[in-house]
């Protein structure tokens, strides 16, 4: 297994081409066979295994203490933790190889900004005003249509999930590599858990499951189940998987679907607005509608109460992982996809 892994990571880097042959014909296989296996289940079959690792990984380190402390008493501890360290190392071993063939090949394949023309990285603060504009205006009058609780917080109409495999889908009509089945995004029991870290969803390569933070603020749950099920797809770059999150949500007609990707839009693209021009952004800001400006001071509040050592520690580790898989921006790349969301606005509108 290992072997196999390794030479799929070195024919994905070396061999021009073998990164989109590889996609095009192992991914609708995967998602069609493992990926139908693991949605067939209406919870997280990737947070079930988890737990059962760290079980498995403490009941080891159970055998081993005792096989130290009784080793002349209790030989058979020996045998156990022996059995188990060898389990451990025949699992992480698969592990590895569903990683390589399930994500890190992705990495090596041609970019979707490449493919479709969506690179660039230049755009005048005209232009990017332009753009926010567009968004807030797209905010402003998807907002009064929203279901919203007592408190006046924008809430998620019913079958989320289901609508966003649509959606998925529908934009595989236009794109053909997001084409094919998709399996319903599920809710991680341990959310809150995720909160800590700062993190609104989990692509699981193991077992090609698209995860989401059900406690994060409701106008963010379209967008991230977006930008999970396209990893799915083999989309490893995170401006990428944002950039389909959003894409996926505003060609949405359902208010909700179409209001989470304007308002996670606007995110992106008034923070690199506020970054050039704080001037030009307080002046965008300032015509958002009371409604979704709640909804952005009830969001700041949330991951306000989150913030800590746990959350820089994941950020960390993210930043070390992409940058490792070749993407030099690291956990930057998530915020570059306002450069896509310029290109892409400017181009629809000279094709439309």
Request: with cysteine; proline share 4%; aromatic share 12%.
């Amino acid at each position: 297994m290992l072997a196999a892994a390794l030479l799929l990571r070195i024919l994905s880097r070396a061999l021009p081409g073998f990164a989109d042959r590889y996609s095009d014909l192992v991914n609708p296989f995967m998602v069609g066979s493992l990926g139908r296996v693991s949605g067939m289940l209406p919870f997280s079959l990737f947070e079930l295994l988890l737990c059962l690792l760290g079980i498995m990984v403490l009941r080891a380190a159970y055998h081993l203490a005792a096989d130290l402390c009784f080793r002349n008493r209790e030989a058979p501890c020996r045998r156990r933790y022996l059995a188990d360290i060898r389990f451990l190392t025949l699992l992480a071993a698969a592990l590895i190889l569903l990683f390589e063939i399930n994500e890190d090949v992705y990495f090596s394949r041609t970019r979707f900004a490449a493919r479709y023309g969506l690179e660039r990285s230049f755009y005048t603060n005209e232009e990017l005003e332009e753009v926010c504009s567009y968004l807030i205006g797209e905010i402003n009058e998807t907002a009064p249509f929203v279901d919203r609780d007592e408190k006046g917080i924008m809430q998620v109409s019913e079958g989320l999930t289901g609508r966003m495999r649509a959606a998925m889908q529908a934009l595989g009509e236009e794109y053909p590599e997001l084409s094919g089945w998709y399996p319903h995004p599920k809710p991680v029991f341990f959310s809150t858990l995720l909160s800590r870290c700062d993190i609104t969803g989990v692509y699981s390569m193991f077992t090609i499951e698209a995860n989401f933070n059900r406690d994060i603020p409701p106008y963010n749950l379209p967008f991230t189940m977006g930008h999970e099920l396209s990893h799915l797809k083999g989309f490893e770059s995170e401006k990428e998987a944002n950039f389909l999150g959003y894409l996926s949500c505003i060609r949405g007609q359902a208010p909700d679907l179409h209001y989470s990707g304007a308002m996670l839009g606007w995110v992106y693209c008034g923070n690199e607005m506020k970054k050039r021009d704080p001037g030009i952004w307080r002046q965008l800001a300032a015509r958002i509608c009371p409604e979704a400006d709640r909804d952005l001071q009830d969001n700041n509040r949330y991951w306000d109460g989150y913030k800590g050592r746990a959350s820089e520690t994941m950020h960390d580790i993210n930043d070390t992982y992409l940058k490792a898989e070749g993407l030099e921006e690291g956990y930057a790349s998530y915020d570059l996809v306002t450069d896509m969301i310029v290109a892409y606005y400017f181009s629809d509108r000279n094709t439309g």
